[in-house]
DNA sequence: CGCCAAGTCCGGGAGC
DNA sequence: TGCTCCCGGACTTGGC
């Protein structure tokens, strides 16, 4: 469940292990996992490239490639690790990066959910994904007057509505019922309805929030490592997501797990008041 | 054994 | 009417 913090964290450590480096050879062993163009043109036009720079937006990792970048995204499960090249395959291995130094980037991804797009660098804007994502949480320009005017006409959850790249990039389930817990705001309020006070709470938690989970290194809640196949350790800083039945650490109340936007939500029912129409409460 | 977990896309349907 | 928005299913497989 990579989110922001993690695949900040995964970029880091590919930054140091990769940028530099040039490419000798990609091996795809599982074709879906390529999107575009086909696997063939995909391991060529790879051939012989040199990283020149890993960058991130929202949860897409971008491998600078000079005239192409590589975009992956690594979904629920998806990792990279770094090996020597005579290092046993592991399973769930999709596809390798093999370097002249004889060291190999590996991408994994038990759910085969994952996916790679290769481009030119001229056609960034055009890779929808990418270009219809919102603002990062930690850019200055994140504020409750952004949200208002995002969230405006949107009648949904705010918790759907914090999901969606196109409104702040980068937050996941798990960030955003801990920023939702540290904002104080019920996930089912109504976002249009939020008043500037409210948004103003949810920019300040997701700052906050954020910034600390990158400092841990991320959550690593199932499977995350980084690209060094560290854990990280925001799990221990958690103070919502995964508590169901236990003390709420800000009032003592039990934390509850219910259902919101089709995703498993945790909620302090006494610290986040709900809205009338609440099916949590 | 059946359900759940995750992030995104897509289709159908609701609502303004 | 036409558009925007919302929700649920599909994708995948391991774990409980």
Redesign the pocket.
Known sequence: ???LPEVETVRRSLETLTVGRRIDRVDVRLL?IVRRPNPVEFMARMQGARIEAVSRR???LLFDLGHDVLIV?L???GRFGFYAAADPIL??THVIFHFKEDMDLRYQD????GTMDLLAKSDLEKF??LSSLGLEPLDAHFTSAYLKEKLR?????IK??L???SVVAGL???YVDEILFAAQIHPERM??KLSMKDLTRIVDASVEVIQHAIQLGGSSIKSYVNGYGQPGSFQYALRVYGRQGQACLRCGSTIY?G?V????THVCLSCQKAPRAATIR
Request: proline share 8%.
């Open positions: 469940m990579p989110e879906r929202g949860k897409y995204h979904r629920m499960e399973m769930h038990v759910r085969q959910f929808i994904p006409t949107r009648r949904a959850p759907a509505v999901l969606d790249q996941g389930n798990i976002a249009s797990k259902r936007a089709g995703r498993g």
